[in-house]
């Protein structure tokens, strides 16, 4: 509302003609991304108490826990620092970063695509040719990403509501608000870029640094206090200390920043003509240096590799540096352990604890495969793959550039996080190398699920993303809400060898290897017999 208001006080009514049209539209666009991300995020989150519960029972574990996380930098850096003790408050401590950063993932995308991605398709235009205002697909685009916020608030006060009142309106308001500090930022950044893809990739950067910001701060302090902390967004929930005497001013901070980045957003909108940008695209050289469609596949998405790759480090470092305190971390805690044995194995709870984090990182590079796969459906559907196409260059061609980069990256990605793993661990980096790399069949499982959808059901091609994220849902929640095996090895990564520690079985990873293979030749005879997605 405060967007909107700002729009009626610079420009009128007229600004925003045809607002609600447009918001129907976006909302059915979305009506299976929407969902699904909501859902996803409120699951992780309500989830929670009862597991926390089974982990923490006792007023002792808790306190017990609460001791070693102020001796725990690593951790507190990973997860953030406990307020109090209470199941409340361990679920806010446990997951409402993570649930923060997942409703700002959710909110930059949505803005991106109903602002800039409009734009750069050229239906942008077609749209404000009609009675439409200047900045009524802004609004349209900010009160989408308000909705779906809205409804995540709403589940999560519900659900946690048991757990105190206040604490989960607390908990609610502040991780929607998350997002809408991102959605925001999302609609500056739309402003000032030429192309969607760049859009996306500054505002997640922000979303690390202020994830980075965050971690530095918290693993500097014990009670949220450092500047560091207070720099990011992320931080800020953190310090609204839900179901630990709330600080409700801090909701202030978050309105108050999403409603200045969203002025700004508003005013940089009116400045400019439809598809231009305040940082345009540089030229290309006169003559082309692009050789091959590999080639040009390269150039698109170098930054996205790099990008992740630089991720992955940092992410195997710090979870090598937490290595050594796993065993401090879990102590007597019996339920603790177990379910890091079930996601890591039966071998010693150190080879279980790295076990389990590699595993993790598998599963967050399933979303790299699966967003570098879907780059043909976004260079088909924007109209770049036609001239190429219609070249001297065939579509399996054209296609294979983008997959060496989607299927040899993710195993970049992993061979760089088993690398940062042996920089923060020190010891068994063999081992350690061996298990990133033992990932990379269920990662190529998702990723020729995605080709498979774009070759064969290019219309559906997002629904790969709905796939991945119930792997990860399968795969982070699902040992801690003691979830049937059955049900598990659904996913790919259930059927892996648990490494280090366990032994070495070449069968499922064969296995998996070859219905990859099957799935991309699948996805692959598919593209050629289809029309080309305009």
Not at 83 to 92: H, M, P, V, Y
Not at 169 to 189: Q, S
Not at 393 to 412: E, M, N, P, Q, T
Not at 435 to 450: E, N, R, T
């Amino acid at each position: 509302m405060t967007a909107t208001s700002f729009a009626v006080r610079s420009g009128g009514s007229r600004q925003l003609a045809g607002t609600g049209t447009l918001l129907r539209f976006a909302l059915r666009r979305d009506r299976v991304m929407i969902p699904v991300w909501v859902a996803v995020n409120a699951l992780m989150v309500l989830s929670m108490p009862n597991t926390l519960k089974g982990l923490y029972g006792t007023a002792a574990e808790r306190a017990g826990l609460m001791r070693q996380m102020e001796t725990n930098s690593s951790l507190r850096a990973m997860v953030g620092p406990v307020f109090d003790d209470s199941l409340g408050a361990l679920t806010a401590w446990r997951v409402g970063v993570y649930a923060a950063a997942l409703a700002a993932v959710m909110s930059l995308l949505i803005v991106v695509r109903h602002t800039r991605d409009e734009e750069e398709s050229g239906r942008q235009e077609l749209v404000a040719s009609g009675m439409v205002g200047r900045r009524a697909s802004l609004t349209a685009a900010l009160l989408t990403a308000a909705v779906a916020n809205g409804v995540l608030a709403l589940l999560v006060v519900a659900g946690l509501a048991g757990q105190g009142a206040a604490g989960a309106l607390a908990l609610g308001l502040g991780i929607a608000g998350v997002g809408m500090v991102f959605a925001t930022m999302a609609a500056i950044v739309a402003q000032l870029t030429e192309s969607a893809r760049l859009a996306r990739g500054l505002a997640a950067a922000v979303l690390g640094a202020a994830f980075v910001l965050r971690a530095a701060g918290d693993s500097a302090t014990v009670d949220g206090s450092s500047v560091l902390t207070w720099v990011s967004p992320l931080g800020w929930l953190e310090n609204l200390r839900a179901f630990a005497g709330e600080r409700w001013w801090v909701l202030l901070l978050i309105a108050g920043a999403a409603a200045v980045q969203g002025a700004a957003a508003y005013e940089l909108a009116g400045r400019r003509d439809i598809g231009m940008s305040f940082l345009p695209t540089r030229p290309g050289p006169a003559a082309g240096r692009l050789a091959s469609a590999g080639a040009l596949a390269w150039r698109l998405q170098r930054g996205s590799v790099l990008g992740w790759s630089i991720g992955f480090f940092l992410a195997g470092v710090v979870y090598g540096g937490m290595t050594e305190g796993a065993a401090d971390l879990v102590g007597d805690n019996e339920q603790a352990r177990a379910i890091i044995e079930r996601m890591g194995g039966q071998a010693g709870l150190t080879d279980a604890f790295v076990s389990a984090m590699v595993g993790m990182l598998g599963l967050i590079a399933a979303l790299y495969v699966v967003a570098s796969v879907l780059r043909l459906s976004g260079e088909e559907t924007s109209g770049r793959a036609e001239p190429v196409l219609a070249a001297a260059v065939g579509r399996l061609r054209w296609a294979a550039g983008h997959l060496v980069i989607a299927f040899g990256g993710a195993a970049l990605i992993m061979l760089l996080a088993g690398v940062g793993f042996a920089v923060g661990y020190g010891e068994d980096v063999g081992a350690i190398l061996g298990a990133c790399l033992v990932q990379l069949p269920a990662v190529w499982v998702i990723g020729g699920a995605a080709v498979l959808l774009h070759g064969v059901l290019p219309r559906a091609a997002v629904a790969a993303w709905g796939v991945a994220g119930a792997v990860l849902l399968l795969g982070w929640v699902g040992p801690a809400l003691d979830v049937p095996q059955a049900v598990l090895d659904v996913s790919p990564f259930g059927h892996l060898p648990k490494l280090p520690g366990g032994g070495m079985s070449w069968a499922p990873v064969l296995v998996l290897t070859l219905v990859a293979v099957v799935l991309v030749s699948a996805g692959l005879a598919g593209l050629r017999r289809r029309d080309v997605t305009t």
